[in-house]
């Protein structure tokens, strides 16, 4: 046996967008044994949504656990509170729901994808990439009025409303989008250079991400048919706006890198959909209930499947809200891809699993 | 969501029985407080198209050890660590200090006394 | 030429979260990017503490994050400047009282520049870091002049100072 090393990685280092900390036990380059420590930002969101804010200021603390997916946190909270109070949300406000959710995956799927081309060492892909993926963050504050944090979805409907001259704007960008979008697919599929980074590094096994309850691309970049927006219809309509599930099976970073890329054209398309199919109702059901009862909502946020659970007790207060992010449930397989891998590699592996750890640690 | 109760004697021959890799996912672990015992809740949810969610809960007290169903799920692991830190519960197998710092009184999610 | 005039030209920025939402994180990225392009002012975003210059945090301090971010700071070269990004940096923001964090950076370690904004927009971002050069500049003068010996040195009743014995010091340029 060769002697064994450990190599540690974080809290702090140039590839850790968070603070994160792996702790690799090496042999010649070979990795054999992992250990995650992924609570660095743990700020005790859950006990205070349940003793210092009303349920109707939680909706706003929730969009700041995670301010790459703050919609979807936003949004899944509004859902499981519509269902305590027992409301209806009107049909305006879905649609406008799912037009942001959307939007955003776009703007956080590009910066992964940034961030793994800067990580396997291509500066030039990662500068195309940002800069293509500005025009998302434009239309999102002119959308919701702000670049990051929206505050959307609030309980009962949406916020803001849809001007039809943004509209207009939305889908004219979304044209000069496409091609840009077809330069990255070429790029991310047929650099020799990339693929020597990319392909077979970090891989999962279908077997392996059944076993380990992986969810969201990383899951699907392995063959697992997992997708929130594929199992429900009561909540969000996804399937009236043409969602496609999108897998590979190779499972290793290229293949995350093409799910990422080929789900945005479904993106696209939905946008697209919403737009031109936008019903016309009123955007927030008033109430003056207050919530009672348990309920759970799942949600698919860009980085795999969301969890609310929340339980109310007929005050201003709820009694308990408990909050599962994607990267939550892809941990422990986190842990596990990197065995066999080179260290070498780890950086572009850490950035193809898109982890936020501040949605894990809440 | 459909919610079946369970004991902590039965819970792992329970879920062994029900959890299937292919059909169902491991969510997450939750426990919340019904005025002296402690409400634990295991949720799954399934692949299939108008997917359910299934919650195993059981009424317990404080102090009791609960059964780590880590040989069952494998990735459970780290929902019962965080867990064990947030709630001050004893689950077995399962170290403190994963989620919290080893200075700081553990059980936060605790209502206070 | 003097280093002071390179440091000024081309700062070098170090980035640590040190418990935020990640909000502001991406737009320090965007900052980089060709839209904004940061690298104008000769800024490169380095990973390493000893070679950096500026020090741009986000987020309220977790208990976790305390220690790591002390002693990133404590590895900084002098002279340094912290740039607390974003409205938890600043003040705890949204998370103040909440039972694993502090009420902002300034707590643990000296902050020059706050820059407000939940999220910051890049422009305040680049706004911040151009406010800091001129904070460094000033800091590198201090320096240089405190290197010197020009100031005089600190006389209290009782000490018998060896600079009452010797000579008087000359400033080192006239």
Redesign the interface.
């Known amino acids: 046996m060769a002697k064994q090393y450990e190599i540690p990685i974080g809290?702090?280092?140039?590839?850790l967008?968070?603070?994160l900390h792996f702790k690799f036990t090496t042999e010649n380059e070979k990795i054999v044994k992992t250990d995650a420590n992924v609570?660095?930002?743990?700020?005790?969101?859950e006990?205070?949504c349940c003793s210092?804010f009303k349920f109707r200021q939680v909706s706003?603390?929730v969009g700041?656990?995670?301010?790459?997916c703050?919609i979807s946190h936003t949004t899944a909270y509004s859902q499981v509170a519509e269902k305590l109070v027992k409301i209806e949300v009107p049909k305006r406000a879905k649609y406008l729901r799912m037009l942001v959710i959307e939007l955003d995956r776009i703007h956080s799927h590009l910066?992964c994808l940034s961030?793994v081309a800067e990580n396997s060492g291509f500066e030039a892909l990662f500068?195309k990439t940002?800069?293509y993926?500005?025009f998302s963050?434009e239309l999102l504050e002119a959308v919701c009025g702000?670049?990051?944090?929206y505050d959307f979805s609030i309980v009962g409907g949406v916020a803001r409303d849809l001007k039809p001259q943004v509209a207009q704007s939305i889908i004219e960008r979304l044209k000069k989008f496409v091609p840009q979008l077809d330069e990255l697919m070429d790029i991310y599929k047929n650099n020799w250079t990339l693929s020597l980074k990319n392909k077979g590094a970090g891989a999962i096994t279908k077997e392996d991400a059944m076993r380990l309850n992986v969810v969201g691309p990383f899951a699907r970049a392995a063959g697992l048919a997992v997708d929130v927006r594929n199992e429900t219809e009561d909540l969000l309509p996804w399937k009236e706006v043409g969602y496609e599930m999108i897998t590979e099976t190779s499972g290793d970073v290229y293949a995350r890198n093409i799910v990422r890329l080929r789900e945005l054209y479904v993106s696209i398309r939905i946008i697209e959909n919403i737009i031109n199919g936008l019903p016309e109702t009123p955007l927030i059901t008033e109430t003056k209930a207050f919530p009672d009862g348990e309920a759970t909502v799942r949600l698919e946020a860009p980085r795999g499947e969301l969890f609310y659970y929340a339980k109310g007790n007929k005050t201003q207060v709820l009694e308990r809200l408990k909050i599962k992010a994607p990267t939550f449930s892809n941990v422990a397989a986190m842990a596990e891809a990197f065995t066999g891998n080179e260290y070498g590699s780890v950086p572009a592996i850490i950035a193809s699993y898109d982890p936020?750890l501040?949605c894990t640690a809440r | 969501m459909k919610k079946i109760e369970t004991t902590l004697t039965s819970l792992k021959s329970d879920i062994a029985a029900f959890y299937k890799q292919e059909l169902h996912h491991f969510m997450v672990m939750n426990a919340v407080e019904v005025a002296d015992k402690i409400e634990v809740q295991w949720f799954f949810s399934d692949y299939a198209y108008l997917c359910e969610t299934t919650c195993f809960f059981t009424l317990i007290d404080p102090a009791e050890k609960i059964p780590s169903i880590k040989d069952i799920v494998v990735s459970a692991w780290v929902a019962e660590a965080e867990l064990v830190d947030l709630m001050n519960i004893n689950i077995e197998n399962t170290a403190k200090g994963f989620v919290?710092?080893p200075d700081?009184e553990s059980g936060?999610l605790r209502k206070k006394k | 030429m003097k280093l002071a005039s390179y440091r000024k030209k081309s700062p070098w920025i170090l980035h640590?979260?040190?418990?935020?939402?990640?909000?502001?994180?991406?737009?320090i990225?965007?900052c980089?990017?060709?839209?904004y392009d940061i690298e104008r002012f000769g800024m490169i975003?380095?990973?390493?503490?000893k070679q950096s210059d500026i020090l741009l945090v986000t987020?309220?301090v977790?208990?976790?994050?305390r220690e790591?971010l002390v002693e990133?700071y404590a590895q900084m070269p002098e002279p340094k400047v912290v740039i607390a990004c974003g409205a938890c940096a600043s003040t705890g923001?949204?998370?103040r009282?909440?039972?694993?964090?502090e009420g902002g950076i300034d707590q643990y370690i000296p902050v020059d520049v706050y820059v407000c904004g939940?999220?910051t927009?890049p422009e305040q971002i680049i706004d911040g870091v151009v406010q800091a050069l001129a904070i460094l500049e000033t800091k590198t003068k201090e320096l240089e002049e405190s290197v010197r010996l020009k100031k005089e040195a600190v006389k209290e009743k009782q000490q018998l100072n060896r600079r009452n014995i010797a000579d008087e010091i000359k400033p080192a340029f006239t």
């Not at chain 3, 980089?32 to 839209?35: A, E, F, I, N, Y």
């Not at chain 3, 975003?45 to 503490?49: K, L």
């Not at chain 3, 009282?97 to 964090?101: E, I, K």
Request: contains cysteine.
């Open positions: 809290a702090q280092h140039i590839s967008l968070e603070p609570y660095y930002v743990h700020r005790g969101i006990q205070a210092k706003f603390v700041r656990v995670c301010g790459l703050s910066l961030h500068m940002m800069q993926r500005e963050m702000n670049r990051i944090q936020c501040s | 919290l710092e700081f936060p | 640590y979260n040190a418990g935020g939402c990640n909000g502001c994180d991406i737009e990225l965007a980089l990017s060709p839209k975003n380095t990973g390493n503490p987020g309220p977790t208990k976790r994050n790591r990133i923001g949204v998370f009282g909440m039972y694993n964090c939940c999220g927009r």
